[in-house]
């Protein structure tokens, strides 16, 4: 079955870090590139960029660089994003998607809450 | 900030006609590049709904249908369902600032 899987909801504080996994199954990994998307309550999609799963090279869209890292494993075909410096604002869904040119398969989402 | 235009809302009854405007500028839509829509169910993963400026996915009914002009593009949903109560998304790409995939802001539909 094609399909992306992500990591559960996480809670954390103000300041802390969290990594958020992406497993896609059903499809050669390394044929698309891995994008992610953040959803903030009530709000709209927002691209925040992707990582080459050929190269492990990342882009990184406007006002997602320094706090926002995506990252690869190749060996068990999952991507990952990590976030540090935790703030309020961050509190989302994150979406993983494959994309080629268009969004044909995305994640479930993982919710983010950062609270105090 | 989403480059790509779309209204806030819109609504019909069912069995009605709607349409969904994307307004975009000469750096995406208006340089060729493909539009494609996405429906997202409250609470669940945006959906492919439309790719290529007008073409369904397999399992998507033809009562979805996307087209393109200029730096414009547009959904129409016809004999509009309960089922359609969604947002809407569409999608491009825009060469400026090193390239990005760009989404509109989002269009609540209401069937009534």
């Known amino acids: 079955q094609v399909q992306l899987v992500q990591s559960g909801s996480e809670l954390k504080k103000p300041g802390a870090s969290v990594k958020v996994s992406c497993k896609a199954s059903g499809y050669t990994f390394t044929n698309s590139n891995m994008n992610w998307v953040r959803q903030a309550p009530g709000q709209g999609l927002e691209w925040m960029g992707q990582?080459?799963?050929?190269?492990?090279?990342?882009t990184y869209a406007q006002g997602f660089t320094g706090r926002f890292v995506f990252s690869l494993d190749t060996s068990v075909s999952t991507a990952y994003l990590q976030i540090s410096s935790l703030k309020a604002e961050d509190t989302a869904v994150y979406y993983c998607?494959?994309?080629?040119?268009?969004?044909?398969?995305w994640g479930r989402g993982t919710l983010v809450a950062v609270s105090s | 900030q989403s480059v790509l235009t779309q209204p806030p809302s819109v609504s019909g009854a069912p069995g009605q006609r709607v349409t969904i405007s994307c307004t975009g500028s000469?750096?995406?839509?208006?340089?060729?590049?493909?539009v494609h829509w996405y429906q997202q169910l409250p609470g669940i993963a945006p959906k492919l709904l439309i790719y290529?400026?007008?073409n369904r996915p397999s399992g998507v009914p033809d009562r979805f249908s996307g087209s393109k002009s200029g730096t414009s593009a547009s959904l129409a949903i016809t004999g509009l369902q309960a089922e359609d109560e969604a947002d809407y998304y569409c999608q491009s790409y825009d060469k400026s600032l090193s390239g990005s995939y760009v989404f509109g802001t989002g269009t609540k539909v209401t069937v009534l």
């Open positions: 000469s750096s995406n839509i208006g340089a060729d590049y493909d």
């Open positions: 990582i080459s799963t050929n190269t492990g090279n990342p």
């Open positions: 998607a494959r994309v080629n040119w268009y969004f044909d398969l």
């Open positions: 290529g400026n007008n």
